[in-house]
């Protein structure tokens, strides 16, 4: 989890943009670099108290309660300094804590408030306590039991990722846990409508998980990592997972409306996605890393491309962007180094997120609406070089001739993906084209790589 470095204490501010790999996903964070001076670990927490375990634990004020905090710099991923002593064996967490006289009831436990404290082997959590945040007891990797009272309600994501707890966790209508050891099919209780961002992280050994189709909601990466995978993970709305070990073509149901964060990362297999109509969102990362895609159909009834939804797709040649995309998000095409065309049929240039287009080639070629050349050039003139206007079909492809001067001899034509368009006999033309690039093969000669545009008529 990537967190915003937001320091405003200089005059002299920079943007940088930098890329980290966490969990084995690949993201980038914005942060302004700034002059700042140095702090103490206890700028990150309001005080400290001796709980009844004898364990020193932090705390700061929200509201009139307090919430159990790390003591330092989350920004930084630096939650326990050096120095300070982390909790050890049976921790328990008071109700209430007093602090300058005063007693607060302590109601959450803060994100990343335990991450990484290795020494804890299960944890009391006391009944006034509503909420426990992201990555809360993240790789406590000795933590072997917690006592969850009935009155938390909500939890973040990752929150009992990298524990050694046994059993599945599920409270009410969420799952926040699947332990690591779990093997074979799992199916998820019929009541459960949100799974917590992580919780099947890196259970290898299951081979499939049954999704009821009262789950509405699925957290970031609540599959990630589950290299077992057999059979694709999805309900009669939501695509949850496709098989790491997946290759070839692959067409979403119908009827699915939404396309889950890292919901085919990594399958690096996958050649082709076609996505139905039906499908209204994708989640972030939905096809990052897929380093073998070579098509994509996307829904005409998708608004937003999502911030990494491409990134590292390094084979995909050519997209078409639908009508009702109004926004771009930050990294979406990162890294397509084989990007030859970008087709935008939205009349209104999208908005762009940072770095959404990076390390697209400069050579590839962007295709806009009739009539919005201009508002193009202007919204998009600084990540693209070469831009045209698409004014429907225009004439095909003449023939080559082949250089031997053979007569009988045929030419067949490709799109950007490999796929077979036409064939014709030399001295044929093809029937009108898209405008687009083309592969064109004469007899056994190399194919020819030909772009197709109006402006050439």
């Not at 919430?67 to 982390?86: F, H, N, R, S």
């Not at 999704?211 to 589950?226: E, K, M, Q, R, Y």
């Not at 368009?421 to 093969?441: C, D």
Request: net charge negative; charged share 15%.
């Amino acid at each position: 989890m990537i967190k915003m470095m937001m320091l405003l204490l200089m005059a002299t501010v920079a943007l940088t943009v930098i890329m980290i790999k966490k969990m084995n996903c690949w993201v980038f964070a914005a942060i302004l670099i700034c002059g700042v001076t140095s702090v103490k670990a206890q700028d990150f927490y309001d005080f400290s108290a001796v709980s009844s375990s004898g364990d020193t634990l932090y705390y700061y004020l929200d509201e009139g309660v307090a919430v159990v905090t790390c003591p330092g710099d989350i920004d930084k991923d630096d939650y326990w300094p050096e120095g300070i002593a982390q909790p050890q064996g049976a921790m328990v967490i008071d109700g209430t804590v007093t602090y300058n006289d005063a007693t607060y009831t302590v109601a959450r436990i803060g994100a990343y408030a335990f991450c990484g404290c290795s020494s804890i082997t299960s944890v009391t959590i006391p009944g006034s306590v509503t909420g426990i945040m992201g990555y809360a007891f993240y790789n406590c990797r000795n933590m072997a039991s917690v006592d969850i009272p009935a009155s938390v309600a909500d939890f973040g994501d990752y929150v009992f990722t990298g524990t050694a707890l046994p059993d599945p966790i599920y409270k009410d209508s969420v799952f926040v846990y699947m332990p690591v050891t779990a093997t074979g099919v799992y199916t998820i209780p019929d009541q459960i409508t949100n799974i917590c961002g992580g919780a099947f992280y890196r259970c290898a050994n299951l081979t499939h998980v049954v999704l009821p189709n009262s789950v509405t909601s699925i957290g970031s990466g609540a599959f990630l990592d589950c290299d077992g995978l057999t059979q694709p993970i999805y309900n009669n709305t939501l695509f949850a997972r496709l098989p790491l070990a997946y290759s070839g073509s692959y067409t979403i149901p119908d009827g699915i409306t939404t396309v889950c964060a890292s919901s085919f990362t990594y399958t690096s297999g996958l050649t082709e996605l076609i996505m139905p109509n039906s499908v209204t969102s994708m989640g972030n990362g939905a096809l990052g890393s897929c380093t073998s895609l070579m098509s994509v159909t996307l829904s005409d009834a998708l608004t937003e491309i999502p911030g990494f939804a491409f990134m590292r797709c390094t084979a995909l040649p050519t997209i078409t962007l639908p009508a009702g995309i109004t926004s771009i998000g930050t990294a979406a095409f990162f890294n397509c180094t084989a990007m030859d065309s970008i087709v935008v049929k939205s009349t209104t240039p999208p908005s762009v997120g940072m770095s959404a287009f990076r390390n697209v080639p400069d050579s590839c070629l962007l295709v806009v609406p009739s009539g919005t050349l201009g508002a193009y050039t202007e919204a998009w003139g600084t990540y693209f070089s070469r831009i045209i206007e698409d004014r429907g079909p225009v004439d095909g492809i003449d023939d080559l001739a082949p250089e031997d001067g053979s007569t009988e001899i045929s030419t067949i034509v490709y799109d950007m993906s490999g796929r077979w368009v036409v064939s014709l006999q030399t001295g044929g033309k093809t029937p009108a084209l898209p405008n687009g690039i083309y592969l064109v093969r004469i007899g056994n000669q190399t194919a020819r790589k030909v772009v197709v545009q109006a402006d050439k008529r």
